[in-house]
């Protein structure tokens, strides 16, 4: 289905969608900062006020900063930015705007749900883009959980041990929560495990596959390999004419893949080794030199 569907809407996707979305929490920080009250008064997410005409709140809901330390701040816009861009490189601009999208449109209606069931309006309950955020980090951690972030910049913590506090956490709060914190929280769940059940489905290379890839052309494109010392691939033969078994025409001196093995490999040679050692891209810059 989100083939289809990309097929068909691809080219309305926005591109670089985290950049934008930075933007309206940095708007927001600083009016919070100088008016305070004004977020909740005009733009917050209210239910009540939606069903009476106000709504823009749908969308202005989004200027919720999610942090209001000046200097936390900083920090959170750039983790939230990396988190949305890389997803974003990995799943293509197309699903990113679903999967945020979908997120907003599920805060909006689980708001709306919330009120017409209890009666209650955002003045009891609050319902912000913190669930929505917190779906953009599972799903990061999903795809790079041994990348490792420095915990109040001193600890070093990697990202699938904070995925795994942060559903302890949900648990709780699901459990001491309102309705109006459950119903979020089912909804950034339900968005999450839906997108990575539709990718564990389809064929073909896993999403941390598809970021390993990107970040080693990133790393080439900027010639980082060329700097280190490293040459490109061979030149290609017919296949079935490879040096190897099998007809591979690359293997991996450390690992002993081919591109047989896993056909989203990328192989180069070091220069700086005695001889001609070919490498995969998990061991092109970790390997050591043969001398």
């Known amino acids: 289905m989100l083939d289809k569907l990309e097929r068909k809407f691809g080219r309305y996707a926005i591109k670089n969608l985290m950049r934008y979305i930075i933007v309206l929490y940095a708007i927001g920080f600083f009016l919070s900062f100088a008016m305070p009250e004004v977020y909740y008064t005009y733009f917050c997410l209210d239910a009540e006020r939606i069903l009476h005409g106000e709504v823009w ?56 749900i919330v009120y017409l069931v209890t009666g209650l309006s955002g003045l009891y309950f609050y319902m912000d883009t913190y669930y929505i955020n917190l779906s953009l980090f599972l799903a990061f951690a999903t795809i790079i959980p041994d990348m490792q972030v420095l915990v109040m910049f001193i600890i070093p913590v990697r990202m699938k041990w904070l995925a795994i506090l942060d559903v302890v956490l949900l648990a709780w709060s699901f459990i001491q929560g309102g309705w109006g914190t459950r119903v979020a929280i089912v909804v950034a769940l339900i968005n999450f495990l839906f997108y990575f059940i539709s990718f564990m489905r389809k064929k073909g290379p896993s999403p941390r596959q598809i970021h390993r890839k990107y970040v080693y052309k990133k790393a080439a494109a900027k010639g980082y390999g060329a700097s280190a010392g490293y040459r490109g691939n061979r030149g290609t033969s017919p296949k079935g004419a490879g040096p190897y078994p099998g007809g591979a025409r690359h293997r991996c001196a450390v690992c002993g893949r081919t591109e047989l093995d896993d056909d989203t490999l990328e192989f180069r040679y070091c220069s700086k080794c005695n001889g001609n050692y070919e490498y995969c891209q998990d061991h092109l810059f970790t390997h050591t030199h043969v001398k």
Do not use: H, K
């Not at 330390?69 to 197309?94: D, H, K, M, R």
């Open 57 to 112: 709140r749908i969308f202005t809901f989004l200027l919720n900063s999610p942090s209001n330390n000046p200097i936390f701040v900083i920090f959170s816009l750039y983790f939230y930015y990396l988190l949305g861009n890389t997803l974003e490189q990995v799943w293509g601009a197309f699903r990113f705007n679903l999967y945020y999208f979908t997120g907003v449109i599920g805060t909006v209606l689980a708001a709306i």
